[in-house]
T-cell receptor, first 114, second 114 residues
Framework: EDKVVQSPLSLVVHEGDTVTLNCSYE??????LLWYKQEKKAPTFLFML????IEKKSGRLSSILDKKELSSILNITATQTGDSAIYLC??????????????FGKGTHLIIQP | DTAVSQTPKYLVTQMGNDKSIKCEQN?????MYWYKQDSKKFLKIMFS???????INETVPNRFSPKSPDKAHLNLHINSLELGDSAVYFC?????????????FGPGTRLTVT
């Protein structure tokens, strides 16, 4: 069974700090790894990493995939209070031809204090 | 211009009742999903539909039945509601194909069974 483990489960830092969130995975047939941010409502898509795209960056957020170590990190620099959220890591789990459901980790609850 | 929408946003009902949650996407995606997020914020795939066919059917009770009238809609019907069904239910959609695609989530439906 595909598995995703995130650490830490919660993290409290001060505004301006840099944080690194971790995700490790076990999948039968790796195709991609996705990062989502969840505030009060729906998870919103951040990045998708694949064998051909192991680094992604958007503003203060960046993510790297390490296929050897079966892991990924999400970095946030110069954190702001608006970064407070649950960050979710997921991998597609293909159990039949066609569609992939996502297997999620338990998330990292990040709190940025002013 | 809502991409993935769900109705209702909140649903409070008594044990034993039957209820439905509706989902619509206007992204032109060919696959839709239902996820359940429990009180500990753990997101788990329930179903996916690709071109009106059920592709993944996780080990959920058969009281839950997804219905897709067309590619843009995926409704979730729940019979004989139980206390343990209380959760937030998210609909999502994506393209499918040989390349991996990200999934986009609706705002969620908070179901409370009393």
């Amino acid at each position: 069974e595909d598995k995703v483990v995130q650490s830490p489960l919660s993290l409290v830092v001060h505004e301006g700090d840099t944080v690194t969130l971790n995700c490790s995975y076990e999948v039968t047939n790796f195709r991609s790894l996705l990062w989502y941010k969840q505030e009060k409502k729906a998870p919103t898509f951040l990045f998708m990493l694949t064998s051909s795209g192991i680094e992604k960056k958007s503003g203060r957020l960046s993510s790297i995939l390490d296929k050897k170590e079966l892991s990924s990190i999400l970095n946030i620099t110069a954190t702001q209070t608006g970064d407070s959220a649950i960050y979710l890591c997921a991998v597609p789990a293909r159990l039949g031809g066609g569609a992939d459901g996502l297997t999620f980790g338990k998330g990292t609850h990040l709190i940025i204090q002013p | 211009d809502t991409a993935v929408s769900q109705t209702p946003k909140y649903l409070v009902t008594q044990m034993g009742n039957d209820k439905s949650i509706k989902c619509e996407q206007n992204l032109g995606h060919d696959t839709m999903y239902w996820y359940k997020q429990d009180s500990k914020k753990f997101l788990k795939i329930m179903f996916s539909y690709n071109n009106k066919e059920l592709i993944i059917n996780e080990t959920v009770p058969n009281r839950f039945s997804p219905k897709s009238p067309d590619k843009a809609h995926l409704n979730l019907h729940i019979n004989s509601l139980e206390l343990g069904d209380s959760a937030v239910y998210f609909c999502a959609s994506s393209h499918t194909g040989t390349a991996p695609y990200e999934q986009y989530f609706g705002p969620g439906t908070r179901l409370t069974v009393t």
